[in-house]
């Protein structure tokens, strides 16, 4: 129920529709790379924005001041929450398969090089599944390009955060996947 | 001695590329510390670790199908995951976004002491400090019941969040929607306000009244009725256990009624761009941006300035004092104890209006500004503030990226 929402009622205000177009084409692809950054699926990640963006539109404004901030934490949130769930159904699905890891190869290109890339996105994002969501979050923020203001904006800090948090961030990821690969 | 802090170092790692510079002390410091060059190398050494291991090229998508296909699913009204099952997108965890300057009244309401939004007021204590992304002080939400004074509580984000929301606690209905309208005139303004609108005797440079923006915000009604069986419903669905609501408090009806306020605008706010950052003027000898994503440093010398006054907006309740109403949700479970002290503090909820500063990016304190007590509202890096204050039934507030002594006197000389 919505109540006393503000409404921007001048004259020449240009259509709704049209402004959300036009904040699905400058922040669509930033969206995706978020979620890429830990999926490594590019399906996957388009299927996170989707649902993203859905939500977006649903509830808020498109012209709405916070929109940027509000889909880049969204992408992270959801695109980590995701990698938690499919992190799950591979653990239960290996104990089917004899241990083996099935990855799914959808690249052109030289198939060995690629299962090999496959592989190691989907380590590496497992590795981030297993921090801690703010650390994840962080990382993925960083990570798929965004400057340390618009990480700023997405986390709700201030700017003179971002730093400590990345560091920490970075440190815990390290320590992850060297751990992952002395086994 | 204190070493340089990593998250300093960090970021000096990123953006010293891009014009962010250590202080002259911290410079010294860093040239003669080996243990500081040492964090340096080590923060540097992981950072090209985890970047190497982050690298991944996102493939090539085609944005256009995209939209299509969002627009697609709206169309058909369903919500999908890839796997089937109908999915209820979560929003984030962070509820900073639902406390943005555009925010509806009903977001804000939910907060249960903060029953009001004060859009106008709201606006111009916003935009006073915003040239930092606006998510870092949506923290600064006014809300007022009828102030009389100012109270700052010093929050952090987290305990920000453990704040209940109101709509576990009751049903909300909107009477009468707030609207945010620009007209042309100062007059028009004032006409549609009713008020007498207060202008700056004195600008500064580069602003001038002739270009000033005015926009009429608020003019909206609501209403929250306590339930107790909705708390207790609340209460069940969440695995808690919560003190039942007092008799006097079910079925209590809060009325919260948010007059039309005047919000001027001096300097173009277009320039605000997308990262909420006023563009420098230009011809001003000041240092230029470092490109489209400058540091907040790059504003020295733009020049915005927020003027918003608005009538008090008015809570009324139908049963319980407002009193008996701030002690049942401060015993709610969950709230950060110091929270709960500081609030529980404020001996007059009906005429104490406490204003939650962000510990580590504002600091604030207590003003004379126009023959009353106000508050002043810094940001940590001295680059922007805003001042706050009640006289007469009106509440007004000045800000913009000015130093404290400069927003004063500009608040000081409204007349």
Redesign the interface.
Do not use: C
């Given at each position: 129920?919505?109540?006393?929402?503000?409404?921007?009622?001048?004259a020449d205000t240009a259509d709704p529709e049209r402004i959300f177009?036009q904040l699905?084409?400058a922040q669509?692809?930033q969206v995706?790379?978020i979620a890429?950054?830990i999926l490594?699926d590019?399906?996957?990640?388009?299927?996170v924005?989707?649902?993203?963006?859905?939500?977006y539109?649903r509830?808020h404004?498109p012209d709405?001041?916070?929109a940027?901030?509000?889909l880049h934490?969204?992408a992270a949130?959801?695109a980590y929450n995701a990698a938690i769930s499919r992190a799950r159904r591979e653990r239960r699905d290996q104990a089917d398969l004899d241990g083996r890891r099935w990855t799914q190869v959808t690249?052109a290109g030289d198939p060995q090089a690629a299962v090999e890339?496959a592989e190691?996105?989907r380590a590496?994002g497992e590795a981030l599944s297993r921090l801690p969501?703010q650390h994840a979050t962080v990382?993925l923020l960083r990570?798929s390009g965004l400057?340390?203001?618009?990480v700023?904006?997405?986390?709700?800090?201030?700017?003179?955060?971002?730093?400590?948090?990345?560091?920490?961030a970075?440190?815990a990821?390290?320590k992850e996947?060297t751990r992952d690969s002395s086994r | 001695m204190t070493h340089l802090?990593?998250?300093?170092?960090?970021?000096?790692l990123?953006?010293a590329s891009r014009g962010f510079s250590l202080s002259q002390a911290d410079q010294a410091h860093l040239a003669q510390c080996a243990h500081c060059q040492g964090r340096l190398a080590d923060?540097q050494a992981?950072?090209a670790?985890?970047?190497a291991?982050?690298t991944?090229p996102?493939?090539p998508?085609d944005?256009t199908l995209?939209?299509a296909?969002?627009r697609q699913?709206?169309a058909d009204g369903r919500?999908k995951?890839?796997d089937g099952r109908s999915?209820v997108?979560r929003?984030?965890?962070?509820v900073?976004?639902e406390r943005?300057?555009?925010v509806?009244?009903?977001s804000l309401?939910r907060r249960w002491w903060k029953p009001a939004?004060v859009?106008a007021v709201l606006a111009a204590l916003m935009l006073a400090v915003m040239y930092?992304?606006?998510?870092?002080y949506?923290q600064g939400i006014l809300n007022l019941f009828t102030p009389k004074q100012f109270v700052a509580i010093p929050v952090t984000?987290q305990q920000m969040r453990t704040i209940p929301d109101l709509d576990g606690y009751g049903e909300?209905?909107?009477i009468?929607?707030?609207?945010?309208?620009?007209v042309a005139s100062a007059a028009e303004a004032a006409q549609a306000a009713g008020l007498t609108l207060l202008q700056p005797a004195s600008l500064p440079s580069g602003l001038t009244a002739n270009q000033a923006v005015y926009t009429l915000?608020g003019g909206?009604q609501?209403e929250f009725t306590f339930s107790a069986a909705r708390a207790a419903q609340t209460a069940a669905q969440r695995g808690q256990t919560v003190p039942p609501m007092p008799a006097t408090v079910d079925h209590s009806t809060l009325k919260v009624t948010?007059p039309t306020g005047v919000m001027t605008i001096y300097g173009d706010p277009s320039l605000?761009n997308?990262?909420?950052?006023a563009a420098p003027r230009q011809a001003e000898g000041a240092r230029q941006p470092q490109g489209p994503?400058g540091?907040?440093a790059s504003l020295v010398g733009s020049s915005f300035l927020a003027v918003a006054q608005m009538k008090a907006p008015t809570v009324t309740s139908s049963g319980a004092t407002l009193e008996e109403i701030k002690t049942y949700l401060l015993s709610q479970p969950g709230i950060d104890p110091q929270l709960v002290a500081s609030l529980g503090a404020i001996t007059d909820p009906t005429s104490m209006l406490p204003i939650p500063i962000?510990v580590?990016?504002y600091n604030s304190h207590p003003v004379q500004v126009q023959g009353v007590q106000g508050l002043f509202v810094g940001d940590?890096?001295g680059l922007g503030s805003g001042v706050i204050w009640q006289k007469n039934g009106i509440v007004y507030a000045v800000g913009g990226a000015f130093r404290e002594d400069e927003v004063l006197r500009i608040a000081n000389s409204l007349q």
């Open positions: 129920m919505a109540v006393g929402v503000n409404k921007l009622s001048r177009a699905f084409a669509y692809s995706v790379a890429y950054r490594g590019i399906q996957a990640a388009e299927d924005a989707q649902d993203v963006f859905y939500a539109h509830q404004a709405a001041p916070y940027a901030a509000w934490k969204a949130h959801t690249e890339a190691q996105r590496v969501e990382l990570y400057s340390y203001a618009e700023a904006a997405a986390l709700g800090v201030g700017i003179n955060q971002v730093g400590a948090r990345l560091s920490r970075e440190a990821l390290r996947l | 802090d990593d998250g300093l170092l960090r970021r000096w990123d953006e923060l992981t950072a670790f985890v970047g291991a982050l991944a996102v493939p998508i944005t995209a939209l296909r969002l699913r709206e919500r995951t890839e999915s997108l929003p984030p965890s962070s900073v976004f943005m300057l555009t509806t009244q009903q309401m939004s859009v930092t992304p606006l998510g870092s949506a984000p909300m209905r909107n009468q929607e707030s609207t945010t309208r620009q915000m909206g609501a948010i605000l997308q990262s909420g950052k994503r540091p907040a962000p580590n990016e940590s890096s």
